[in-house]
């Protein structure tokens, strides 16, 4: 099919103001969706989880697909129950068999629908896509086999993972109307896999936000609360999967920009370690430091979809087209937890209930309480983790970090003379308006040998958390240090616009290298339980300034979640752990 999107296009010239680019940037996009894709209204309520089942544009096969697990998509698709394609079905085996293109569809119409709930999308190529998919079709058709283990299944993408093509523009102004040469090394092996990339999603400038807010395509809300923010920097991908219109999305992550979506919009989230995920092509801000990495990750509804996702990625033996991949295939021995008294055994897992600086609000008090009843409950061993020099960790990172990072943002925005955003809180929440609030001022960058001793800091950091870990283990009873700690993935639920100031709770395990997998407790705030208890002192002034915010009608329907972490290079042990925490948290919400 041909849509009047192919015929619009516009050229960047020097006489046009950043703030004119930008709107004509986000006019194309508009051009680009099927009209009669778009709701013909969409509700004022703030909580708009469950419209897409209500806006009646999708059909009920559309609503049983888009609803499927990763697991149940891929079966389906490979068994011939689905296909990718719309509209044209065929008789096989005495069933009617849905093209890939319907499936692709399916998830598209969703994935527009989040959009005008959420701001979630950047680009949309639906012809491109649709294409693929018919690809993969006449494929099975052919030979009767899938190209891969992720054959038919859509993928979205994080706005900086590079497609062929397509532009990136990262929030950028400057960078519209530059679009990629090649794909990223990951999309070449999704591809290969069989998956179908099919939109990417919005991001902050410059990457190095908690919200997803920019000058070219705006701000990102939270489906549970459209006054809540989706968190950042993989905000779009946190409100395009909880909406369900993406499957599984990937995400990046530096300082908790998966987890921190996964956790604020109720999804599933995975931080592996640094160079166990291909991101050779993509683009990014503060490229060069290479002291704190930032890793791709899936994010999902499901659980097991983490583990689809990685294990396929792994099969394709990435480290022989991206030069910083550990050639490291995926452990099954790991998996079922040969270094943690096996699959059946008993394990130790130690909760982190605050981190000495900032007191978690309490939700998330009760989200970790609720673990610990299920992890005993299940027969497990559950003890108190002992926070460790959290604040040195977070002065140490920041310091990496903002060793060069004024001069980076400056010079990508220089060329259009767009504003580095300094704050996430503007007065009409439109872009390119007045800042009032301004928290992250930018510093002055570090000297090279000055940016050395922090990062020799860092090492030493490094050494004494793993002395730390090892003394656990004359405190579990299983003859182990701690198996994996819990930890909130945030002191709060997911905060207003412009208050998500607080990445704590994640960047330790990215100074760190600690795998980790952001998990839904399956609850959301209640008023009722969920009170404020008087407190007279404070672990900071930060403390202090989260406690006095609370209140549960600011974060009305917030979902809790928490975070399960393991030691480096654990991507298969911390899976396999995550699971047994999922396994035992739904057997003890099913008692309720």
């Not at 990014?284 to 294990?311: A, H, M, R, W, Y």
């Not at 995550?578 to 099913?590: I, S, Y």
Request: proline share 6%; with cysteine.
């Amino acid at each position: 099919m041909s849509h009047p999107r192919n015929r619009y296009h516009f050229l960047v010239s020097a006489s046009m103001s950043w703030q004119s680019i930008a709107a004509a940037k986000k006019q194309k996009q508009l051009h680009s969706v099927p009209k009669d894709w778009v709701p013909a209204s969409v509700p004022n309520d703030n909580n708009i989880i469950d419209f897409p089942r209500q806006s009646g544009l999708l059909t009920p096969l559309e609503l049983e697909i888009t609803e499927a697990s990763v697991a149940n998509i891929l079966q389906n698709i490979a068994s011939s129950k689905w296909s990718s394609v719309a509209g044209k079905r065929t008789l096989r085996r005495l069933i009617f068999i849905y093209t890939l293109r319907k499936v692709t569809t399916a998830f598209y119409k969703r994935a527009i629908v989040a959009q005008q709930l959420t701001n979630c999308l950047t680009e949309i190529f639906v012809d491109r896509a649709l294409a693929r998919a018919k690809e993969l079709d006449d494929h099975l058709g052919k030979t009767g086999h899938v190209v891969g283990p992720l054959h038919g299944l859509p993928i979205s993408l994080k706005d900086q993972i590079s497609l062929k093509g397509i532009e990136s523009t990262m929030g950028y102004v400057s960078w519209i109307g530059k679009p990629a040469e090649k794909n990223a090394v990951l999309v070449d092996i999704l591809e290969d896999l069989g998956a179908v990339c099919f939109v990417k999603t919005n991001i902050p400038q410059t990457l190095m936000w908690g919200e997803t807010f920019n000058h070219v395509w705006g701000r990102t809300s939270n489906p549970h609360n459209r006054t809540l923010t989706s968190g950042g920097s993989s905000g779009g991908e946190g409100a395009l999967v909880a909406l369900k219109g993406s499957p599984l999305g990937v995400g990046s992550d530096i300082g908790g920009s998966i987890r921190i979506p996964a956790g604020l919009c109720g999804t599933y989230g995975f931080r592996p370690s640094f160079n166990r995920i291909p991101y050779s092509g993509c683009v990014n801000s503060l490229e060069g430091q290479d002291s704190i990495l930032s890793v791709l990750g899936p994010l999902c509804n499901t659980l097991d979809g983490l583990k689809t996702f990685f294990q396929a990625v792994l099969s394709k033996r990435p480290w022989q087209k991206d030069p910083l991949v550990i050639r490291k295939q995926w452990s099954e021995d790991e998996y079922n937890l040969v270094d943690h008294g096996g699959k059946d055994g008993k394990l130790c897992f130690a909760i982190m209930w605050d981190n000495g600086v900032i007191v978690p609000d309490p939700p998330v008090k009760r989200g970790l309480e609720f673990a610990k009843k299920a992890l005993l409950a299940a027969g497990h061993q559950v003890i108190d983790w002992k926070q460790y020099k959290q604040k040195e960790i977070t002065l140490t990172a920041s310091a990496i970090w903002n060793a060069g990072a004024a001069e980076d943002y400056n010079a990508a925005a220089a060329a259009t003379g767009e504003p580095v955003i300094a704050s996430m809180t503007l007065i009409t929440g439109e872009p390119g308006e007045e800042q009032p609030l301004e928290f992250r001022p930018l510093e002055k960058g570090s000297s090279a040998y000055a940016l050395w001793q922090v990062q020799k800091t860092k090492r030493d950091l490094r050494q004494e958390y793993l002395q730390h870990w090892e003394e656990t283990v004359g405190q579990t009873g299983t003859g182990r240090p701690v198996d994996a700690i819990i930890s909130p993935m945030a002191p709060y639920l997911a905060p207003p616009h412009g208050l998500n100031k607080n990445a704590q709770y994640t960047m330790w395990c990215n100074l760190l290298d600690y795998p980790s997998v952001v998990i839904p407790v399956g609850f959301k705030i209640d008023p009722a339980i969920d009170v404020k208890q008087p407190r007279t002192e404070f672990l900071s002034e930060e403390d202090k300034e989260i406690y006095e915010r609370y209140d549960p009608a600011l974060y009305a329907n917030a979902p809790l979640s928490f975070q399960v972490v393991a030691r480096t290079m654990e991507e298969e042990a911390v899976l396999a752990m995550a699971k047994v925490v999922d396994d035992a948290l739904n057997a003890a919400r099913a008692k309720l």
